[in-house]
């Protein structure tokens, strides 16, 4: 376990060390920071479903560098064993979580990677699939960043940001999504202070957003999930910039359990509602968000954190984890190809145009 002091705009929430994946455990943010260190495919798995790594870009570059992880194990195995391995491997990883089509994606990459080698040698195909989940990382930064400039310019200077869960460094490779927007911003000089909804019932947005902007000193503001109605009827929001897990064909987009509510307040009070998507992350097989899968997490998530449990025992729950925000809630999608304003079918065909 490797523990130290970062800012999070120097954070790598997913670094390869020494032949292994190293990734920052989120569930313990802010009272600790630590890597975790992974070896193979089931254990990024698991990582990934205990929400050691969480946030849909982050996903898939785990997930990539678990088939990697897997690759390395089986190096020294004969080409058909490595098969059955690497196999199995693609297998647990796509099992791990079912809303974030990042991760779904990422494994595409790689078993593109892996057909088109499989004439070479066991150690060459290794040292392709460990290149191509370096180069899923790298490009993810990329995006983020190019998506930040985007976003940046739809916010005016003195604005307040209102954003739920969390779509930072520690949702991506690094830079972030939503964060992303405001970090950029931040750096093109404008003042921008946040808004943080604590997105019950995992708080990411009480420990890792509010963290996140604590340490690159980024006024931030927490509130209730509950509370962002009332700010926003006495015109203390300017804006609303999400992420996302999944954004189907016509623009619907799956996010954390709560971002439906957020938009349809938006809406009311004729406040824009942002969404930072990266084109990862637009599934086009899926028509509408009625045909998103919605993952639903254990009880225990909502009766208690950690070690206190406040709801009383025996108590049925629900706890999905997602929910559905339709397309006409959306102002604009913010992708590394530009910004898309009332995003439809149409529009968001023409961004695969190229």
Same mark, same amino acid.
């Given at each position: 376990?490797?523990? %130290?002091?970062?800012?999070?705009?120097?954070?790598?929430?997913?670094?390869?060390? &020494?032949?292994?994946?190293?990734?920052?455990?989120?569930? *313990?943010?802010? $009272?600790?920071?630590?890597?975790?260190?992974?070896?193979?495919?089931?254990?990024?798995?698991?990582?990934?479903?205990?929400?050691? *790594?969480?946030?849909?870009?982050?996903?898939?570059? #785990? !997930? $990539?560098?678990?088939?990697?992880?897997?690759?390395?194990? /089986?190096?020294?195995?004969?080409?058909?064993?490595?098969?059955? @391995?690497?196999?199995?491997?693609?297998?647990?990883?796509?099992?791990?979580?079912?809303?974030?089509?990042? /991760?779904?994606?990422?494994?595409?990459?790689?078993?593109?990677?892996?057909?088109?080698?499989?004439?070479? !040698?066991?150690?060459?195909?290794?040292?392709?699939?460990?290149?191509?989940?370096? &180069?899923?990382?790298?490009?993810?930064?990329?995006?983020?960043?190019?998506?930040?400039?985007? +976003?940046?310019? /739809?916010?005016?200077?003195?604005?307040?940001?209102?954003?739920?869960?969390? $779509?930072? $460094?520690?949702?991506?490779?690094?830079?972030?999504?939503?964060?992303?927007?405001?970090?950029? #911003?931040? %750096?093109?000089?404008?003042?921008?202070?946040?808004?943080?909804? &604590?997105?019950?019932?995992?708080?990411?947005?009480?420990?890792?957003?509010?963290?996140?902007?604590?340490?690159?000193?980024?006024?931030?503001? /927490?509130?209730?999930?509950?509370?962002? @109605?009332?700010?926003?009827?006495?015109?203390?929001?300017?804006?609303?910039?999400?992420?996302?897990?999944?954004?189907?064909?016509?623009?619907?987009? #799956?996010?954390?359990?709560?971002?439906?509510?957020?938009? *349809?307040?938006?809406?009311?009070?004729?406040?824009?509602?942002?969404?930072?998507?990266?084109?990862?992350?637009?599934?086009?097989?899926?028509?509408?968000?009625?045909?998103?899968?919605? &993952?639903?997490?254990?009880?225990?998530?909502?009766?208690?954190?950690?070690?206190? %449990?406040?709801?009383?025992?025996?108590?049925?729950?629900?706890?999905?984890?997602?929910?559905?925000?339709? !397309?006409?809630?959306?102002?604009?999608?913010?992708?590394?190809? +530009?910004?898309?304003?009332?995003?439809?079918?149409?529009?968001?065909?023409?961004?695969?145009?190229?």
């Amino acid at each position: 376990m490797n523990r %130290q002091d970062h800012s999070s705009a120097a954070v790598q929430t997913l670094r390869w060390r &020494e032949g292994r994946l190293e990734m920052i455990d989120q569930r *313990v943010l802010p $009272a600790r920071f630590e890597y975790l260190p992974f070896t193979s495919a089931a254990e990024v798995a698991e990582g990934i479903r205990s929400m050691v *790594v969480r946030g849909a870009p982050a996903i898939g570059c #785990a !997930a $990539a560098y678990g088939v990697a992880l897997e690759s390395v194990r /089986l190096r020294g195995a004969t080409r058909e064993a490595f098969a059955v @391995g690497l196999q199995r491997g693609f297998d647990v990883l796509a099992a791990s979580r079912p809303t974030a089509v990042n /991760l779904f994606w990422a494994l595409a990459r790689m078993r593109a990677v892996w057909d088109a080698n499989q004439h070479r !040698a066991v150690g060459d195909i290794v040292d392709c699939l460990l290149a191509q989940a370096h &180069e899923i990382s790298a490009d993810d930064v990329r995006i983020n960043r190019a998506m930040g400039a985007y +976003g940046a310019a /739809l916010l005016a200077d003195g604005a307040r940001v209102l954003t739920h869960c969390n $779509a930072g $460094a520690l949702a991506t490779a690094g830079h972030g999504t939503a964060l992303g927007v405001i970090r950029s #911003a931040v %750096q093109a000089g404008k003042r921008i202070s946040v808004i943080a909804d &604590e997105t019950r019932p995992f708080l990411q947005g009480a420990r890792l957003t509010a963290w996140e902007m604590v340490q690159e000193k980024i006024p931030v503001t /927490l509130i209730t999930d509950n509370m962002a @109605g009332h700010l926003m009827s006495r015109g203390e929001i300017d804006a609303v910039v999400v992420g996302t897990d999944r954004v189907a064909a016509n623009g619907d987009v #799956a996010n954390k359990i709560g971002t439906y509510m957020v938009a *349809v307040l938006a809406q009311r009070h004729n406040i824009p509602f942002y969404v930072a998507c990266p084109l990862s992350t637009i599934d086009l097989a899926v028509p509408d968000g009625a045909a998103i899968p919605i &993952e639903e997490r254990a009880a225990e998530e909502v009766t208690g954190f950690r070690d206190c %449990q406040w709801a009383a025992k025996g108590v049925q729950v629900r706890n999905p984890a997602f929910d559905v925000t339709p !397309a006409e809630l959306v102002t604009a999608l913010i992708t590394e190809k +530009g910004v898309v304003t009332r995003p439809n079918q149409t529009r968001i065909a023409g961004l695969f145009a190229d």
